[in-house]
């Protein structure tokens, strides 16, 4: 008989249910978007200016790359569920940093220390492909996705509300408690499914070069990094666009800015129900197209005398949904490259996407200054597109040249 469901949910030694995936997931967004309607309040409330503020974004994402090339190596050495303890510990620690901070500088030196939640992106795709092959963990992962999809889909609403009621701080007291939540579930339900080498973190470094090698690896790392770069950059100049272009108020650009979760969540269905039968590649490529499609449309209404908010922000629906259908193939493509290194390639293919993210949230601030519009956003987007499609053809030659 099989033992009892209470029993079950505290057994360390079997894989965590699909829904603690999830949940899990969704903590590392919530992290990352819902205090971004505050940035101005911010800024205000610390006396200085919003560049300095929006520091808040792209510091968290370089450190969240740099944690990244670390974790995947210590999962593959010493097991994933104690990596992903230690880092959400650390992320609910660092969150009350943030709470208490007398100045920005303070609270920029907490909000680095919260990208301890990458643990939760690494090791939860890594976790899945631990236990499947690789378009069945394509499927699954954007199960995860799709899930996790919700929480910046209602997060920017969240915030936008807390700010306007209680203030910014409040958006991080709702972090503490998400983290503390996710943290107790870990324990509870999250059993090891890679019981490691136990080498040293250096030995495990060593490992990277056979990945670095293999043009098939890379090209799964630019198809991925450059699709939901389009996203980064938006990340990045959204605020800007919605609040300075078009005149939103931080509640009115909450819901707006959840429109490419939307799309997201949309895409990672369409993931899960055909990547196992059509192949994560040809899942890639379309959403790469799809994705290029959604920041050209809203290019060239702009263009045409057309730029609006309900255009701009609809048409990020459409770049989410090829980002669903792009992401969670291009993973799973990655991770199967060296399937005995699916930790290490995890952390180095999301370290490349967060790097690359962190300069487009950069470059979007420094080309939406006073009195630009949205075209200078989505040509960025644009190009992010055109380079994810050219990487997956990359990708099917090599498989060709390989007779894969």
């Known amino acids: 008989m099989d033992q009892n469901p209470s029993a079950r949910l505290f057994d360390r030694s079997t894989p ?70 230690g880092g959400f510990s650390i992320f609910c620690l660092a969150t009350l940093g943030c709470i208490f901070a007398p100045n920005a500088a303070v609270f920029l030196l907490f909000r680095m220390m919260q990208a301890t939640v990458a643990v939760a992106m690494v090791l939860t795709r890594t976790i899945v492909r631990d236990t499947q092959p690789q378009d069945r963990a394509a499927a699954m992962i954007g199960y995860v996705t799709m ?46 499914t890679h019981r490691g080498t136990a080498t040293s973190l ?6 990277y070069p056979e990945l670095l090698t293999s043009p ?26 919605g609040m300075q272009v078009f005149g939103l108020r931080p509640g009115e650009l909450g819901l707006y800015f959840a429109a490419p979760s939307v799309g997201y969540f949309i895409g990672n269905w369409i ?44 048409a990020m629906t459409i770049v989410g949904i090829g980002n669903g259908m792009t992401i969670p193939n291009a993973t799973a493509g990655m991770l199967s490259v060296r399937p005995h290194l ?8 999301g370290s490349m996407m967060l790097l690359g993210g962190a300069g487009l949230v950069a470059l ?19 190009i992010c597109g055109v380079l994810s499609l050219m990487s997956i053809l990359w990708v099917f030659h090599r498989n060709r040249r390989l007779g894969l």
């Open 342 to 349: 699916a930790g290490t390639a995890s952390g180095l293919g």
């Open 216 to 241: 098939r690896f890379w090209g799964y790392c630019l198809a991925s990094a450059f699709g939901a770069g389009a996203f980064f950059a938006y990340l990045g100049g959204a605020p800007f666009v």
């Open 16 to 85: 965590p249910h699909l829904g603690t995936l999830i949940l899990i997931a969704g903590g590392s967004a919530l992290a990352t978007n819902i205090f971004l309607p505050s940035l101005p309040g911010m800024a205000r409330d610390f006396g200085v200016d919003y560049g300095v503020m929006q520091l808040a974004v792209s510091v968290y994402l370089l450190m969240n790359a740099i944690l990244q090339l670390v974790i995947g190596p210590l999962s593959d050495g010493y097991g994933r569920r104690p990596v992903m303890i």
């Open 147 to 192: 899930g996790m999809s919700v929480v910046p889909m209602i997060s920017p609403a969240i915030g936008g509300w807390l700010e306007e009621s209680f203030g910014w701080r409040a958006n991080f007291w709702f972090l503490f408690g998400a983290g503390v939540t996710v943290l107790t579930l870990i324990l509870a339900d999250m059993g090891e």
């Open 202 to 207: 250096w030995s495990q470094f060593r490992e």
């Open 271 to 314: 993931t899960g129900q055909f990547s196992a039968r059509v192949g994560a590649d040809r899942m890639v490529f379309w959403g790469a197209i799809v994705t290029t499609l959604g920041a050209a449309i809203s290019l060239v209404l702009s263009l045409m005398g057309f730029g609006s908010a309900g255009v701009f922000f609809g």
């Open 364 to 382: 979007a601030g420094f080309l939406l200054k006073p009195g630009a519009t949205e075209l200078a956003l989505t040509t960025l987007m644009v």
